[in-house]
């Protein structure tokens, strides 16, 4: 297996751009979560997604964010309109079922600079 | 929401020395998880500890946990440089999560060579 796959790697934009960050899990993983990490907030869970329907979105930091998982192979973060605070890396991880038992695959993450 | 608080927050030792990190939670737990990750990269899962076991290995991995004192710990044995990364632990509670996990800051741990 590929395991998560995230892309692109890296990005770099100007502050008033859309940016859309896409994440594929592992295949037969039913669960998905985005996630953000910087230096100084450490690793923030921005929303979550079961059975591709948003569970819980209460971490997404303001409208300007939004997620969708159209399918279960494919999700995507969008962030419109971009700041320079939004820079960070984010990471999409996926796991097998909801017990509480399963653990957490993640993404090699794409690092977001915004100018 | 559960979460770990991991300490020390920074650790650096000698190839060969052990590593002992320290994660402290406030609610009751279903298991509590440790993750790795390295410079750059996403996390890792380490190993997994169930509220009832009070101590697990995997490989040079020992993890115990406390619930009485809502603590466990991650010991690395025979520390190498390619352990040096940061170290995260999430305590799980019970119920329909959904699978949510909530990161503290983590440990770095660097191992010199």
């Known amino acids: 297996d590929a395991g998560v796959i995230q892309s692109p790697r890296h990005e770099v934009t100007e502050m008033g751009q859309e940016v859309t960050l896409r994440c594929k899990p592992i295949s037969g993983h039913n669960s998905l979560f985005w996630y953000r990490q910087t230096m100084m907030r450490g690793l923030e869970l921005l929303i979550y997604?079961?059975?591709?329907?948003?569970?819980?979105d209460s971490g997404m930091p303001e409208d300007r964010f939004s997620a969708k998982m159209p399918n279960a192979s494919f999700s995507t973060l969008k962030i419109q309109p971009s700041e320079p605070r939004d820079s960070a890396v984010y990471f999409c991880?996926?796991?097998?079922?909801?017990?509480?038992?399963?653990?957490?695959?993640f993404g090699p993450g794409t690092r977001l600079t915004v100018t | 929401s559960q979460q770990g608080e991991e300490d020390p927050q920074a650790l650096s030792i000698q190839e060969g020395e052990n590593a002992t990190m320290n994660c402290s939670y406030k609610t009751s737990i279903n298991n509590l998880q440790w993750y790795r990750q390295n410079s750059g990269r996403g996390l890792v899962h380490l190993i997994l500890?169930?509220?009832?076991?009070r101590e697990k290995h995997s490989g040079r991995l020992r993890v115990t946990l406390d619930t009485s004192k809502k603590s466990s710990s991650l010991l690395i044995t025979a520390s190498r440089a390619a352990d040096t990364a940061s170290y995260f632990c999430a305590p799980r509670a019970g119920g329909t999560s959904y699978g949510k996990l909530t990161f503290g800051q983590g440990t770095i741990l660097t191992v010199h060579p």
């Open positions: 500890i169930r509220s009832n076991e």
């Open positions: 997604f079961n059975n591709n329907v948003p569970i819980d």
């Open positions: 991880a996926s796991s097998l079922g909801t017990s509480v038992l399963r653990e957490q695959y």
